[in-house]
């Protein structure tokens, strides 16, 4: 289901009318026009309640294809970007937001992913805070690093409070493999950085002088030797912090052993990529991997200049009146079909969805999506 | 301030607007062309009790001339001494709103006329038919009805027209704030001039109070959640919003506005949209200090209190709109822009409408001394 | 150029042809060296820029051309001239100090632009302008003045610097003239080198 836009107030009444034809419609309709339209206020009490906040109840279990039946779900909360400025701080309490958004779950996610990012300069202060805030998540909390966390000291503290940044564990059926994709070649050792000089360098998103980021020959070599013991059908979600393709250098939207690592997951027949960093919904699928962007709870970016994934239905513009606008949370429901549903829980917004059928349908979805925002809206620019 | 066009009648019978310099012409639908017969005919039914169901009711009870054209309580009280879950609006300058009611649900001001009367706890009627018979069986109205529409036939159309051109009229401008804003640097006091800074600047009222010259009404007519309806329980809330799933029609959203617990609803009664629960319609400040108590359920009784529900930054809730926050005003800013408020409360009706005529008809229709404003 | 003008500068331009030499005995006055004719041969006429020079193909070095053929080298020399290299101010061409000034001045400002749109330092609570507008995307500078949501009013590229400062970054506004304002400015206009303007534009 892409973004609802409703229509302005004069024209409310064809609105209605079309919304009682829509509800007459409801039971010929294929799975994939029923979950574009808006959260209608359906009437069948069986109907999935999709759209509706989550801090309550959702009905589930929609009549459809098995195929494509959700098996498991799980909620992300990603680029806090901690900083150590009072409790009242705005990073602070949107990652607060999430996580009670997240314990209003109702049923609960099997885990919570944290994206990475969690700290802004990786100091330990900011690094406790954010620990202190996902242990209030009551559904246990699955780790993964990002350059901020990192690079003020290269990790030690993040191995010390939240164990090896690179790992994989089996859930349900599903094999998930967590990298560390920040990492760049050295360039702060020569010229003697100090270590804050270091973050900061890091931190900065428009760099001119920044090193890409890469998943690097150690790990690639960890993940092949990982996924020999893996079945070529079983399903696969990968999460990582940079995208694991390229989108845009400047922004380090981008790693730069993407091809190499797509290689090594290129055999198996469903491959998941959940990455952060960039702050903003982004869909794309190379091959036999799809890719989903997170939010972030404390800033939104905008989309680059050049190399937007097509199948990306961008979200509309943020307004900075509104402090949490463009950034929120999300969930990954995983498909029976072993691909997964995605959802972007926008604070301020209707939630946005990016479905399986969505994605494999192409293109032409996100033709659609951008047909039914109609009148005046602020994009972002470019 | 700057001459505009004055009330004039022109050859066609058409009404046009006295506004300040560059203040947008409001939207009229095409289908109710302002003229004077029906703005004449319109006060008259606006004062008439004998709309509503036990005849104790008329659009001036709840929108008193006497009280900035509010009703001076916390939300409205209808027939048989019920009361609703709203505060009633003032009708001030409604004729420039994007759509009427704290929800929106009803686009223009011939829509929101209808509602009323059929509410059970407002006018109490049955049916929009009753309400035409009462009209109709009122021979002192057929003159009125055929000078404004060529026919002496009542429809209920009419009578929302009717009513709704008079309102059209409210839009006095001639508050201290309106001389000041036409060049008079006296008219309102520093600490005034000082408010309206700190409106615009510090204590971010303008983004969504919205002022500028085309539209000087204090609303960008959206609607957000500021909080005020979250002292309750929010998940009861969403509980209530799907026991209502389905129940989509005018009606049903009328009254479920009026429903102690749904009203809090706000916003997605009309559009059932999760982010909506909670969300109330910007109300516009012409005239604020004229109309306590405030709020869409009338719970904060002073300016002071509002400024100190904004100060703190709303009601946290899930969907507290992300323009609040904690604003840290100092007590002599708080001050400065409750000035600025005050500055906004018109003096008389200006050349649109004869605001002390409308008070005499209210004391006098209240009183019993009438039934309904005389024919002219 | 008009009729009048084109004939004082035939008279010029045939003084100079044959009073070279005594230029040259004369010294002080810059000198025009002109070029060797193109074809070896003719004639080669100066313009008085210093610069431009046309060879007269089928007229000898000393002899006279007549007035018709003069009024066309005339022509073809004002055609070849290098209008733009004529520099404003005095008439003088801006000196190279001058224009290493006017670079490094520009970019002094610009950098120091760049510099505040990456501080924390700016706003209160830690948040810089580059996190939501890296590189100044999104910042649209070339669309001011234009009606601005957030202030409800017509708003110009500064004032919207300011609420930006006031508001997600919560920290003090810059007032009226202040450098820190003007470089801010500078290095957002500068990232827009190019895009047209497009005030009003949403």
Not at chain 2, 68 to 79: C, K, Q, S, T, W
């Amino acid at each position: 289901m892409a973004r609802y836009v409703l229509p302005k107030e004069r024209e409310r009444q064809e609105y209605e009318a079309e919304r009682e034809r829509w509800l007459q419609k409801l039971p010929q309709m294929s799975r994939r026009d029923f979950f574009r339209t808006a959260a209608q206020a359906a009437a069948a009490a069986t109907v999935a309640w999709k759209g509706f906040p989550p801090h309550s109840f959702q009905l589930i279990n929609v009549a459809e294809a098995k195929q494509a039946a959700p098996k498991f779900t799980i909620a992300y909360i990603s680029d806090s970007h901690i900083l150590d400025k009072g409790m009242n701080h705005r990073f602070i309490r949107a990652c607060q937001k999430a996580a009670q958004d997240v314990n209003a779950l109702d049923p609960q996610p099997d885990f919570v992913l944290f994206g990475g990012d969690l700290a802004q300069l990786g100091k330990p202060e900011e690094l406790t805070i954010g620990q202190g805030i996902l242990k209030t998540v009551k559904a246990p909390v699955r780790m993964m690093v990002g350059e901020h966390d990192w690079y003020l000291d290269m990790g030690e503290k993040w191995r010390e409070m939240f164990g090896e940044p690179t790992y994989s564990f089996d859930h349900k059926g599903v094999h998930f493999v967590v990298l560390n994709s920040v990492i760049v070649s050295d360039y702060w050792t020569e010229p003697k950085m100090t270590p804050i000089q270091r973050m900061l360098a890091m931190a900065q998103l428009d760099n001119p002088n920044g090193r890409p980021f890469t998943v690097g020959e150690a790990q690639r070599e960890w993940l092949k030797k990982d996924l020999a013991k893996v079945d070529k059908k079983t399903p696969i979600i990968v999460f990582s912090h940079s995208p694991l393709y390229k989108y845009y250098r400047p922004w380090n939207f981008w790693t730069d052993d993407a091809e190499q690592v797509q290689q090594i997951l290129a055999p198996f027949s469903t491959v998941t990529v959940i990455h952060a960093h960039t702050h903003q919904p982004l869909t794309n699928r190379i091959k036999n991997i799809t890719f989903h962007g997170v939010l972030s709870t404390a800033w939104p970016w905008p989309y680059a200049p050049k190399g937007l994934p097509p199948l990306t239905v961008q979200m509309v513009r943020a307004d900075p009146f509104n402090q949490f606008d463009g950034c929120g949370w999300g969930t990954v429901t995983a498909l029976e079909n072993g691909q997964v549903n995605k959802r972007y829980n926008l604070w301020d917004r209707n939630p946005l969805d990016v479905t399986w059928d969505d994605v494999s349908g192409g293109k032409k979805w996100v033709e659609q999506a951008d047909a039914q925002l109609k009148g005046n809206v602020s994009w972002p620019s470019y | 301030m700057q001459k505009g066009k004055s009330l004039l009648v022109s050859m066609m019978g058409a009404v046009v607007l006295h506004l300040p310099q560059g203040v947008l012409e409001p939207e009229i639908p095409k289908q109710n062309p302002l003229t004077p017969a029906k703005v004449e005919l319109g006060r008259r039914l606006y004062f008439d009790k004998r709309l509503s169901a036990d005849g104790t009711v008329s659009c001036a009870t709840c929108h008193d001339p006497l009280k900035g054209f509010a009703d001076g309580r916390p939300v409205a009280v209808g027939i048989k001494n019920q009361a609703g879950a709203r505060n009633s609006p003032t009708a001030l300058y409604t004729g420039f709103n994007e759509v009427q009611f704290w929800d929106g649900r009803a686009p223009t001001l011939e829509e929101q006329a209808k509602q009323p009367l059929v509410n059970p706890v407002e006018m109490g009627q049955p049916s929009h038919a009753v309400v035409v018979k009462a009209v109709a069986v009122l021979p002192e109205y057929g003159d009125g009805f055929n000078a404004a529409f060529g026919a002496r036939d009542v429809t209920i159309e009419r009578i929302a027209d009717a009513i709704a051109s008079f309102e059209r009229t409210l839009a006095p401008f001639t508050s201290p704030f309106d001389r000041f804003l036409g060049g008079d640097k006296q008219a309102i006091s520093e600490s005034a001039q000082r408010g309206f800074a700190l409106f615009q600047g510090k204590a971010r009222c303008v983004t969504c109070h919205e002022f500028n010259a085309s539209f000087p009404y204090f609303t960008d007519n959206k609607f957000h959640n500021i909080g005020v309806a979250m002292k309750g329980n929010f998940e009861e809330l969403a509980r209530q919003a799907q026991s209502v799933a389905g129940k989509g029609a005018v009606t049903q959203q009328s009254e479920l506005a009026h429903k102690p617990g749904f009203e809090a609803l706000g916003r997605w009664i009309v559009t059932r949209q999760p982010k909506d629960i909670g969300a109330f319609k910007t109300s516009g400040l012409r005239d604020i200090a004229l109309t306590a108590p405030y709020m869409h359920d009338g719970s904060q009784k002073t300016l002071e209190e509002v400024m100190d529900f904004y100060n703190k930054g709303g009601e946290p809730n899930p969907n507290l709109d992300g323009g609040i926050r904690p604003l840290n005003l100092t007590k002599e800013e708080i001050a400065d822009v409750i000035a600025f408020l005050q500055s906004l409360s018109d003096d008389n009706g200006g050349t649109n409408f004869d605001w002390e005529q409308l008070k005499e008809l209210s004391r006098k229709t209240r009183a019993g001394e009438i039934v309904a404003a005389p024919a002219p | 150029m008009t009729q009048w003008a084109r004939s004082v500068m035939i008279i010029m331009m045939l003084a100079l042809g044959g009073s070279l030499a005594a230029l040259a005995a004369g010294g002080d006055a810059p000198r025009h060296q002109l070029p060797a004719p193109a074809d070896g041969k003719s004639k080669v006429v100066g313009l008085c820029d210093g610069k431009t020079s046309v060879t007269v193909t089928g007229v000898a070095p000393g002899e006279t051309m007549d007035p018709t053929k003069a009024r066309a080298v005339a022509s073809e020399l004002m055609d070849k001239y290098d209008a733009t290299l004529q520099v404003a101010h005095g008439g003088a061409e801006h000196t190279s100090r001058e224009m290493k000034v006017w670079e490094a001045e520009t970019k002094r400002v610009i950098d120091d632009g760049y510099k505040l749109f990456h501080s924390p330092e700016i706003g209160t609570n830690g948040i810089s302008c580059d996190m939501c507008h890296p590189d100044a995307s999104n910042t649209h500078p070339e669309t001011y003045p234009k009606f601005q949501t957030q202030l409800k009013k017509v708003a110009l590229l500064r004032d919207m610097i300011n609420w930006c400062i006031e508001n997600p970054l919560e920290g003090p506004k810059l007032a009226d003239g202040d450098d820190k304002m003007k470089a801010l400015e500078a290095f957002i206009l500068s990232t827009r080198k190019g895009v047209p303007l497009d005030p009003g534009k949403h």
